[in-house]
């Protein structure tokens, strides 16, 4: 299955485990990050200052960090998500983390970032980046786990600019921006 438009969705069942894998060779230092909501409100992040635990809330976890210092090749981040049973949502996040820094917009248009969900019995989902804005973090997908009937993956694809990164707040801002 393909999302590559903004809003496109697919049904997905959160009862198996996933593994999400992003992959770029642009010359950038983008990182991948997940924010999540739980059933009763609390939020959070994963990303490279706190890996999270896989065997342990938030039962997700980030792979090494790659791509430092805007180095090109194949580069690629893995996040693995044991358990969905407790999240209201969790929000794909990729930021280019000079630009961050900067306050300065990055360049999703321009780069080759691939985001890949796929289930432990290697159901595959890819999820485009559908955006011209500017900007230095991307939105790009969110797992939408409120209706106990199916969760949802939707290409979100939402774009803010940052200048540091210092609470979480600043991203639930940008996901906060567009509702589908």
């Known amino acids: ?3 590559k ?20 060779t642009t010359a950038a230092d983008f990182d991948l990050a997940a924010v999540y909501e739980t059933k009763d409100g609390k ?5 490279f200052g706190d890996k999270g635990k ?19 090749g194949d580069n690629e981040e893995t996040m693995r998500i044991y358990s969905l049973d407790n999240m209201n949502y969790v929000w794909i996040f990729c930021w280019d983390y ?7 917009a990055a ?4 780069s080759d970032v691939k985001l890949t969900m796929s289930d432990e ?8 980046i559908d955006t011209g804005d500017k900007g230095n973090v991307c939105c790009i997908a969110t797992i939408d786990n ?35």
């Not at 360049?107 to 321009?110: L, N, P, S, Y």
């Not at 019995?121 to 485009?128: I, K």
């Not at 990164?165 to 639930?172: A, G, N, R, S």
């Open 146 to 180: 409120n209706d106990p009937e199916a969760a949802k993956l939707i290409n979100y694809s939402q774009v803010g600019t940052l200048q540091g990164l210092k609470k979480l707040e600043q991203l639930t801002d940008i996901v906060q921006q567009f509702i589908i």
């Open 98 to 104: 000079g630009m961050v820094q900067k306050g300065q």
């Open 1 to 3: 299955m393909e999302l």
């Open 107 to 110: 360049r999703f248009k321009d």
């Open 43 to 47: 939020q959070g992040l994963v990303y």
């Open 54 to 72: 896989l065997e342990q809330f938030p039962y997700m976890s980030l792979s090494d960090d790659e791509g430092v210092g805007d180095t090109g």
């Open 5 to 24: 438009q903004k809003g496109e969705n697919t049904s997905i069942d959160v009862k198996k485990s996933f593994t999400i894998t992003m992959k770029w």
């Open 121 to 128: 019995s290697d159901e595959r989902t890819f999820v485009e």
